[in-house]
């Protein structure tokens, strides 16, 4: 089945406690993104990629990272949480070529604490 | 990016159409329009997208304005499954993708 996977589905963490969620597509497909979702904010774009070592910063890019070593893998990674990462991510990804809708993954819920 | 305007809330019967509006009058020449929905706290999912055309796959049509300043997303049949946060985003693909989503309408489906 083609799909987006992301793991863990649920973390909770404690401050400054480094950790990666990651995410993982079988469609081959060129472009990835991360996004978070928080209550009034709606969905806003952390970090997105284009293709393998090509990646470029979001909307809310600060307190992350991302890496693209092959092409199906996009994993987040935040270096020092902290409470205010606490929010419900989803990665996503579509095909480079053509006007397509990105295919999103069922999400992360994260608490720091 | 082009803003847009969508209805908070909708309600539709089950097995009748759902027709879900959405305003983008500042859409430039190049964007697409694109529609997701979003259950619950499920990642969204993407039903339709078009540009100048009326298009039409096995979830929904979309008819888009002569002006290309508003749109109409058409649920045919609308089931309880059908019951969400709908988002209209125009996009224009081969820039930053970003997909911009604003607050979209909770359409509920009743029995």
């Known amino acids: 089945e083609a799909q987006v996977t992301q793991n863990p589905r649920y973390l909770i963490t404690v401050t400054g406690k480094k950790l990666t969620v990651t995410c993982s597509q079988n469609m081959n497909h060129e472009y990835m993104s991360w996004y978070r979702q928080d209550p009034g904010l709606g969905l806003r774009q952390i970090y997105y990629?284009?293709?393998?070592?090509?990646?470029d910063k979001g909307d809310v890019p600060e307190g992350y990272k991302v890496s693209r070593k092959e092409k199906r893998n996009f994993p987040l990674i935040l270096e020092s949480p902290s409470p205010n990462q606490t929010s419900l991510y989803f990665c996503?990804?579509?095909?480079?070529?053509?006007?397509?809708?990105?295919?999103f993954g069922s999400g992360t819920r994260l608490t720091v604490v | 990016d082009a803003k847009t305007t969508q209805p908070p809330s909708m309600d539709c019967a089950e097995g009748r159409a759902a027709n879900l509006p959405c305003n983008h009058s500042?859409?430039?020449?190049?964007?697409?329009v694109y529609w997701y929905r979003q259950i619950h706290s499920q990642g969204p999912q993407y039903i339709i997208h078009?540009?100048?055309n009326n298009e039409t796959n096995e979830m929904a049509s979309l008819i888009i304005t002569e002006d290309r300043k508003s749109s109409t997303l058409i649920l045919p049949h609308a089931t309880l499954r059908d019951t969400a946060v709908y988002y209209c985003?125009?996009?224009?693909?081969?820039?930053?993708?970003?997909?911009?989503f604003g607050k979209g309408t909770k359409l509920t489906v009743n029995p």
């Open positions: 990629s284009m293709n393998v070592e090509v990646t």
């Open positions: 078009g540009l100048k």
């Open positions: 500042t859409i430039s020449g190049n964007e697409y």
């Open positions: 996503a990804s579509r095909p480079g070529q053509g006007a397509y809708g990105y295919t």
């Open positions: 985003i125009p996009y224009k693909w081969g820039g930053s993708e970003k997909l911009v």
